[in-house]
């Protein structure tokens, strides 16, 4: 599918953008700060057993019209279409995800990320990193620490392989590890069959939900709701009520819930466990 005007027109509408746009850094930017703070990263539909299509028609209809967030490859592939259409040349990559994890982790290749060209260099956008996604365009540079709107990132370079690094207080943590070859649609189609049907796929045992806002960052993780002011200490909170957890969604991350009746149902299974453990 082919972008249309209209399109374009309706995902600036979409993330609030009413500046000048073109195939250069500052749009870039403001794709990178407004876009995953109005397209919210969640994974309603692999929890509710719901199928996750990676088609461009859909990823509008759901994300752009529908008033829904998505994970990496929902937000990622709905970013490519967009730059594709606004001029940009785009080169999809993929990454192994170590976040909360040891960094050293043979993980599978199940994050999409987006190099872009620009005059100026090499640049990576990634608008589907939950809790730590990137609100900035950041250059494709090791060792240099780059500031964004929310935390300073940077990459470290071991030959081939880099990685994507947030500073949290004064630590760097790793969030994935990646590489340069580019990335074909089948294997898109594979890390998102994986991710949204495999029995051992976090994301069909638990919400997962990120939006980063003005100076913090929200989230929620199963039934602990979690906010991170920027520079200060963060607040966190445990949801008592499947419909508790369901307003959360409504008022904090802003999402269109598709089924309410089929997520509060297993809502009240999942939460006598959350509570347990």
């Known amino acids: 599918m082919t972008l249309r005007p209209a399109d374009i027109d309706a995902y600036f509408a ?6 000048p746009v073109a195939a250069d ?7 990178a700060l407004r876009h995953p703070a109005a397209i919210p990263f969640e994974n309603l539909d692999p929890y509710l057993d719901r199928p996750v299509d990676l088609a461009a028609e859909v990823l509008m209809a759901k994300l752009v019209h529908g008033g829904r967030g998505g994970y990496c490859f929902e937000q990622n592939g709905l970013l490519r279409h967009m730059l594709e259409a606004l001029g940009f040349a785009v080169t999809p990559l993929s990454g192994r995800v170590v976040w909360n994890m040891d960094p050293e982790a043979v993980t599978a290749r199940t994050h999409m990320l987006l190099r872009v060209e620009l005059a100026e260099g090499p640049v990576l956008i990634d608008s589907g990193f939950g809790a730590a996604v990137p609100t900035g365009v950041l250059d494709l540079i090791p060792d240099i620490e780059q500031p964004t709107p ?15 690094q947030i500073r949290i207080g004064s630590a760097w943590r790793t969030t994935y590890r990646f590489d340069l070859s580019p990335q074909h649609e089948i294997d898109y189609l594979v890390a998102n069959w994986y991710t949204s049907t495999h029995p051992s796929s976090h994301f069909r045992h638990g919400l997962t939900l990120a939006r980063p806002l003005a100076g913090r960052r929200v989230s929620l993780r199963g039934n602990e709701f979690a906010l991170h ?7 966190r909170r445990t949801l008592a009520t499947p419909e508790e957890i369901v307003a959360v969604i409504e008022a904090d991350f802003g999402i269109a819930i598709p089924d309410r009746p089929a997520l509060l149902a297993r809502l009240h299974r999942d939460l006598p466990a959350l509570a347990a453990g």
């Open 14 to 19: 979409r993330i609030g953008w009413s500046g």
């Open 25 to 31: 850094r500052a749009t870039l930017n403001a794709i």
């Open 150 to 164: 929310h935390e300073p990132f940077r990459f470290a370079r071991n030959g081939e392989e880099w990685r994507a």
């Open 229 to 235: 002011p920027l520079g200060g200490a963060s607040e």
